[in-house]
């Protein structure tokens, strides 16, 4: 129960708005409000919410449901509904029509003038004055807001850490709303990110991942000539012990030079995120990614010279006009580079992309091709499990598992592994020895020393 005035944030989709939603904790831990994880004892609710999959927006809507009913109930709550979703006019407005119980729409790029909004809001609740009043601050784009906001971030996820260096994106891949939603690219000064850092360390986080849509092209847009590798090689020589990781990558923009940066620093995790999409070049083209399969194909036999090292990938099935044959290409490619993990998903058309514009292909077929996928997938990283067995890492353990006595962590190339252990090892790293898997999750026990 919360005696004092709390709020309820709830994020969908991609960890750019977890990064984001921190930042709005920030915000309203400093308005003088607790975070709750009941949604019912809360005086603020906001929706953080994504519209990069068809998924993640209905997922939304049912909430925006629920909350009505809360609503109804206490009229003095304050809805806020944030992020890629209302960055779009036309949705802000079908949302602000249907759903005018919501107090504040706010766009992901104007989330530096919130505190003064809700400031408003109650202020005119308390004078009466316009009970019922919304503020729509959607639509336009402000790329200097993550600089704009001062407030520090309400971490939750001790010991990782975020730590943005760039949002939106340049690359207009043809399916993505992002660049439309969140910009052009914009780079963090690389003092302001080291400082950050620094900081982190100092208060004891052990895991810095440092994040953007195409973390790869920072710099791209200053005048001073910085770039990802001069930034990931300042902050691995940070003397202190923690591990250092980036997401996400784009195969046209890593570079040489960052896979030897990754190869030479041991702190710096053994674990490249690189997504494929499809295998197919004729599917690729119209992606507008910007590579080859060969391209990629020759980019993950230089990453895998780094010992140790795990590949994980996306990849989209059902994109329009994709052919059997085009889909074999993709299930050629994942048996050939033999992912660690994949993150596989469905196309979905994103209205305002050139892709929602192409012939669209039967549900039936992207859920038959979908499964295949999976299938197949699943049984490759089942397989690179087993050679984990009987081998010791080293894993920052992060959190404890629900209704046992058991934590988890994550090796340095990301795996992650469970074993018997106590809160009080939450921010260590231990050795462990993997004794068996389960799917593709590995299970190990803590050696003593
Ligand atoms: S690289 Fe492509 S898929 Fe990724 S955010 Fe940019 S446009 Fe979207």
């Not at 030897?260 to 690729?284: A, D, F, M, W």
């Not at 895998?304 to 050629?332: C, H, N, W, Y």
Request: positive net charge; contains cysteine; glycine residues 6%.
């Amino acid at each position: 129960m919360c005696n004092l005035a709390c709020f309820f944030i709830e994020t969908f989709g991609c960890q750019m708005n977890v990064y984001d939603s921190e930042k709005l904790a920030g915000i309203l831990s400093e308005l003088g409000y607790l975070p709750t994880n009941d949604v019912s004892q809360a005086s603020i609710v906001v929706l953080n919410t994504c519209c990069i999959r068809n998924t993640a927006e209905n997922k939304v809507l049912g909430r925006i449901g629920e909350l009505k009913k809360l609503k109804d109930k206490n009229r003095e709550i304050l809805i806020i509904l944030v992020g890629c979703m209302i960055q779009q006019e036309d949705k802000a407005k079908e949302l602000l029509k249907k759903h005018s119980f919501i107090d504040i729409f706010i766009g992901t790029k104007n989330l530096n003038k919130l505190s003064a909004i809700i400031k408003n809001t109650l202020q005119d609740k308390k004078n009466e004055k316009h009970s019922e009043k919304i503020f729509v601050e959607p639509f336009s784009i402000n790329n200097d807001y993550i600089e704009q906001i001062t407030t520090p971030a309400y971490r939750t996820s001790f010991p990782n850490a975020w730590v943005n260096i760039i949002s939106g994106c340049n690359n207009f891949c043809s399916y993505c709303i992002v660049p439309y939603v969140r910009g052009r690219e914009k780079s963090i000064h690389p003092d302001i990110i080291y400082a950050e850092v620094v900081s982190l360390l100092e208060k004891g986080y052990k895991e810095i991942t440092l994040l953007g849509q195409n973390v790869n092209s920072y710099g791209n847009d200053s005048l001073e000539g910085w770039n990802f590798n001069e930034l990931l090689i300042r902050l691995a020589k940070i003397n202190m012990k923690y591990r250092l990781r980036f997401m996400t990558s784009n195969p046209k923009d890593l570079t040489p030079e960052i896979i030897s940066t990754v190869r030479e620093y041991n702190n710096i995790s053994k674990h490249i995120h690189l997504p494929l999409q499809s295998g197919s070049n004729r599917i690729l083209q119209l992606m507008n990614r910007k590579y080859t399969y060969e391209d990629y194909y020759d980019l993950t036999k230089k990453i895998k010279k780094i010992p140790d090292v795990a590949i994980t990938t996306d990849i989209m099935v059902g994109f329009p006009t994709e052919t059997e044959e085009d889909f074999l290409d993709t299930l050629r490619a994942v048996e050939d580079i033999k992912f660690h993990n994949a993150f596989m998903f469905v196309y979905s058309a994103r209205t305002g992309t050139q892709a929602s514009k192409m012939p669209q292909l039967p549900n039936k077929i992207k859920k038959e091709r979908i499964t295949r996928l999976v299938g197949m997938q699943n049984g490759i990283s089942q397989n690179i499990s087993q050679k984990y067995i009987g081998k010791t890492y080293e894993v920052l353990i992060e959190d404890t598992i629900k209704g046992s006595n058991k934590v988890c962590g994550r090796t340095d190339n990301g795996r992650l592994v469970s074993m018997a252990g106590e809160r009080e090892l939450i921010g260590k790293f231990v050795n462990v020895n993997i004794i068996t898997t389960k799917g593709s999750s590995l299970i190990g026990e803590i050696e003593n020393d």
